[in-house]
């Protein structure tokens, strides 16, 4: 818009200064006595007063684009203000991103190197329903069961089904009827 409204006052100076070019020039003709027919004289003196009429036309016209003009950079200078300063907010949130991402990169390294042990010794088949469970429920293959609940999809099992895992022997495995993961018995099960 800003832009637009150069291109436009532009346009009318560019008016301006050649109806003033015209004025100057049909007035140094009657000055310097070139027009001598009174009818001539009478329709230059006819012209001049328009050529003026022209020139304040114009100068008003030049001026409301200058207004319009104004108001538009005024508009374009707090809209560019508004983006440095979203730009700055940007490079500091994705800053405080990249360095939270990297905490957690070297927490899963960490996590990841404290999981090898734990695994070892475990059947195979298990550990590959466990991944694809993991794979499946968004990281969370396995979750405990606290107090007739499981704690993967947080929904309490029904008396029927803890009387299945109750009887069910300490090393199979059992799984959430409700989420399919497979469920970790501990002393807090409330078996």
């Known amino acids: ?21 015209r004025r100057t020039r049909d007035r140094d003709r009657m000055d310097q006595g070139l027009i ?19 020139i304040a036309s114009l100068e008003d016209d030049e001026l409301e684009v ?12 707090s809209l560019t203000a508004q983006v440095e300063t979203i730009d700055t907010r940007l490079a500091t949130l994705t800053e405080a991103r990249d360095e939270k991402a990297g905490v957690i990169d070297t927490q899963l390294v960490d996590v990841e190197a404290q999981r090898g042990p734990s695994v070892e010794g475990l059947p ?9 469970l993991r794979t499946q429920k968004g990281g969370v293959g396995a979750a405990r069961l606290h107090q007739r609940r499981c704690t993967g999809c947080q929904l309490g099992i029904d008396n029927a089904e803890i009387a299945v895992i109750r009887s069910t022997p300490a090393d199979t495995v059992v799984r959430c009827e409700e989420c399919s993961r497979i469920l970790v018995r501990t002393a807090e099960s409330g078996l």
């Open 124 to 132: 195979e088949d298990l550990l590959a329903l466990y991944e694809k």
């Open 66 to 77: 200058m207004e319009r003009l104004e108001q538009a950079q005024a508009t374009l200078d």
């Open 1 to 21: 818009m800003v832009d637009d409204l150069q291109a436009e006052q532009a346009k009318v100076d560019a008016d301006v200064e050649q109806v003033k070019a």
């Open 36 to 54: 001598t027919n009174p009818k001539d004289l009478e329709r230059m003196g006819h012209e001049l007063t328009s050529l003026e009429r022209r």
